[in-house]
């Protein structure tokens, strides 16, 4: 598969599933069990995501200015801060660590 | 639903006035994906078709992490897809209020995300709950899109990314859409089990491979918990 399908299949895919909430009727996946589960499906993709976004090389693990990012986003987060301004400081605690500790 | 007549004006400006500051923040916020997804090696025209057709951002970071990582795009399609299927969810809460049909269904559909479902969900009348949902999913699409093409040209200009810390800002944006889904503890608890097992899994599988893995440990806690009492509610996004 290239990305070019990948692109185009995820994309179509992903309406695809936009238009289904709206259009299936509620009893069909209203049901606990599948709820809950779709529930914590965003919790736990988007945790691994952070998780290998920020300390994963390729196939090693690894502590670097990323990290640092991270720790200044979640003091951001703290503060309430909203979301673009999480983001940006993320980006300047590690392009500014960089400049010091250059390779980092 | 009631139908607010024309004394109800100014709540419905206030209603268009938020969705509007929301889709600015949204929207400009763009710009990141744009410069990460060409970082990530996508053409700009890839990224704008992503932007376009995809139009669900954490889908969208998914798809390019993987990418960047040199993963195999299937593993980014299925990551992307898995995401996706929380605005199932949103649309399910929000047919019953929007009350859309024919043609109007399939276009609105694609509005259908974290944001536009925040600002409308809540609302008491089918045309309240319209005005928050087309106000703010309108804005974001407009400006997320125009957004992506503006950071996906800039990205090709700046060069190496990791010297402007955007490789350190898909972890923080990934980290701030997971966020208000923390204050339960429950939610706490599957977090911290998912990024232990991806992290577990990333010096055993190829990249892209260990996020799906970790979305394992969602099933796994929904079938564990299947005699809880409640079932959990969409956390506002």
């Known amino acids: 598969m290239t990305w070019w399908w990948a692109i185009l299949g995820a994309g179509i895919g992903c309406y695809l599933l936009k238009l289904a909430g709206l259009s299936v009727p509620a009893r069909v996946l209203e049901r606990p069990l599948v709820e809950r589960i779709a529930d914590l499906i965003p919790v736990a993709l988007l945790s691994a995501l952070v998780a290998v976004q920020v300390f994963a090389s390729g196939t090693h693990l690894t502590v670097d200015a990323r990290a640092a990012g991270l720790a200044a986003a979640v003091v951001a987060l703290l503060l309430r801060a909203p979301f673009l301004v999480v983001v940006v400081v993320a980006a300047l605690t590690a392009s500014l660590l960089r400049v010091v500790f250059p390779g980092w | 639903m009631p139908d607010p007549g024309r004394d109800q004006l100014p709540e419905r400006r206030a209603i268009i006035r938020d969705g509007l500051g929301v889709g600015v923040a949204t929207g400009l916020y763009g710009v990141s994906f744009g410069a990460v997804s060409v970082a990530a090696g996508l053409s700009v025209l890839q990224t704008c078709v992503l932007s376009l057709v995809m139009f669900t951002g954490a889908s969208q970071f998914a798809i390019v992490g993987v990418a960047a990582a040199g993963g195999a795009p299937v593993s980014g399609a299925v990551t992307a897809l898995m995401l996706g299927t929380r605005n199932t969810l949103y649309g399910l809460k929000l047919a019953p209020l929007l009350q859309f049909r024919g043609w109007r269904r399939p276009l609105a559909a694609q509005l259908v995300i974290d944001e536009s479902t925040a600002m409308s969900v809540t609302r ?51 980290l701030a859409l997971l966020w208000p889904r923390l204050a339960d503890r429950g939610n706490r608890v599957v977090a911290a089990c998912a990024a232990a097992v991806a992290l577990g899994v990333v010096p055993l599988t190829p990249a892209g491979v260990p996020v799906l893995v970790a979305g394992g440990v969602a099933l796994l806690a929904g079938l564990l918990t299947r005699n809880a009492a409640d079932p959990t509610e969409i956390p506002a996004p």
């Open chain 2, 124 to 174: 008491e009348s089918t045309a309240a709950a319209r005005t928050g949902f087309l106000s703010t999913g309108l804005a974001v699409f407009t400006l997320w899109n125009l957004f992506t093409f503006a950071g996906a040209i800039a990205g090709n200009l700046i060069g190496d990314p990791r010297t402007y810390g955007l490789d350190a800002a898909v972890g923080a944006a990934f």
